[in-house]
């Protein structure tokens, strides 16, 4: 990246190094006050790079508020966070993908020019994408297998292959640290799996993974470490220790059922129980 | 009258000439800043902006009389300027939500540029040339500024076309990006504020918004990628404007609001024949949750 001045009037500063010793995200005691009112408390976890954690809790428990605070755009009141060693903000290494509904679909872009976005960072100012950028924006359509729809206006795919572009986004923008606020929400069980083999096949790229999300199993099944939230840290570790039915309760309260199966017992969770939607934006 | 006069005639008439000139460098302008308005849910802001140019130009027409045009110009551009600066801090700090604060400030100004205008005697005239503007009075030296801060806008929008489209697709995103997305919100309002300037004498305040949103709205309807959806904006303007400036020649109707009067008419026929826009859409963006 170049020291001129211009660029970085222009926005693109040089993005900080990691530190190799250090962990991937390094949260301590961080609260989020958002809107004015507190949002999130009392968080604290460390997570090895390349490991993959899911964030669950019921609606408005501070998932999209905590994914927002990781990325750099939300401050924090108190406590600090580390990516790589270093605060959020100046990385171009962290590519985060907001809730479907927060995009305006009929936007008129394509989906190879979505995931040209990612490249962004990398081009800098007053220069347009080169063959290398298209090569790698190639492949990463490849990659998640919507070569065929590159030239698709992004409203006309679904809601799975417009969640597959946005892992194309995320791997044009050799990002070490993918965020991904309710990936899987509104998608059919085909759609899913899909997006979820992706998803982890991010692994061999020792992408450190935070997701967002309202399905216990799959947090339990795909993730190596579990969040639990309710505005505070109710739970950090691996599920068999976090899904613990007193964590759960007081995560989601009456919301939580449980079924007795084959003489263990399951927990299910009313994603629609809880009211009113996430954050207000 | 045959087809060939009909085009023709006019241009017997050099302020025609001049006069179709700007209808067309100003429609093509303004289609391409639009098409941000239109992407961005600007439109009340747009429409603000123009309103809020008029105590500017009240002051020029007060201080420097009637006679210089010239003035005038300048006296709109700072001021348009500085109320897109204004209207940035404003509708991220405001005590009041954005929209009536944008509000209060759009009225407030341009009740003091009529009540400025309205001090000078038998000013009524050069209060509607303002209002909805007077193409065929532009001179030589008009379409020169026309042409040059018109053509420095678009260079503006081609050197940050990249990161202008990512803060206005996926904000939140281009912030990771480490976007200066603040940056680019202003830079957006100051184009916006140039444009109207620049279009100032054309269709006037009043009906600034209409070429500001039609001809990119009506590109929106027929294109799917926004490098398109500008340049057939671009097209849909020229022929607004120029379109407009023929029926107010032959039909003797004010040029400002024939040539709105085209654009809109081009945007019912795209509403009706657009081919995807419609229903396709609908039935594929349904948010599924």
Known sequence: MSPRPWRRFAGHRAPVVHRPDAAAISVENVSVVYGGRPALAGISFVLEAGEYLAVVGPNGAGKSTLLKALAGLLPTSSGTIAIHGHEPGGHVCIAYVPQRSEIDWRFPVAVADVVMMGRIGRIGPFRRAGTSDWDIVRRALSAVQLDGLAGRQVGELSGGQQQRMFIARALAQESDLLLFDEPLAGLDIASRDEVLALIGALRERAVTVVVALHDLAVAASAFDRVLLLHRTQIGFGSAERVFDEPLLRSAYGSCLRTIERDGRTVFIHDAGCDGGDHEPR | ?289
């Open chain 2, 1 to 289: 009258m045959s087809l060939v006069e009909w085009l023709v005639e006019p241009l017997r008439y050099p302020f025609m000439v001049r006069g179709l000139a700007a209808a067309a460098a100003v429609g093509a302008l303004c289609s391409v800043v639009g098409s941000f308005v239109v992407l961005r849910g600007m439109a009340f802001l747009g429409d603000a902006l123009a309103h809020s140019i008029l105590p500017g130009l009240a002051a020029g027409f007060v201080i420097a009389g009637r006679g210089d045009r010239r003035v005038l110009f300048w006296w709109g551009l700072g001021t348009a300027v500085l109320v897109a600066l204004g209207m940035g801090w404003v509708s991220q700090r405001g005590k009041v939500r954005e929209d009536t604060a944008i509000g209060i400030v759009f009225a407030g100004m341009f009740a003091l540029g009529i009540a400025m205008i309205s001090t000078v005697r038998g000013s009524s005239i050069d209060l509607v040339h303002f209002l909805f503007g007077n193409v065929l009075g532009v001179s030589g030296g008009d379409l020169l500024l026309i042409a040059a801060f018109g053509g420095g806008v678009l260079i503006v929008v081609a050197l940050f076309y990249k990161e202008l489209v990512a803060v206005s697709f996926d904000p939140v995103f281009a912030a990771t990006l480490r976007l200066p997305t603040g940056f680019y919100r202003y830079l957006i309002y100051v184009l916006v504020a140039v444009t109207v300037v620049v279009s100032l004498q054309t269709v006037g305040v009043g009906l600034m918004l209409a070429m500001l949103i039609t001809p990119a709205s009506t590109a929106y309807l027929v294109t799917r990628r926004l490098p398109s959806m500008m340049a057939l904006g671009a097209v849909f303007g020229v022929m607004a404007g120029i379109g407009g400036l023929y029926l107010s020649f032959h039909l003797g109707i004010a040029s400002g609001a024939a040539i709105v009067l085209v654009s809109v008419a081009g945007f019912l026929i795209a509403l009706v024949l657009a081919p995807r826009r419609g229903l396709l859409r609908r039935a594929v963006r349904g948010p599924r949750r």
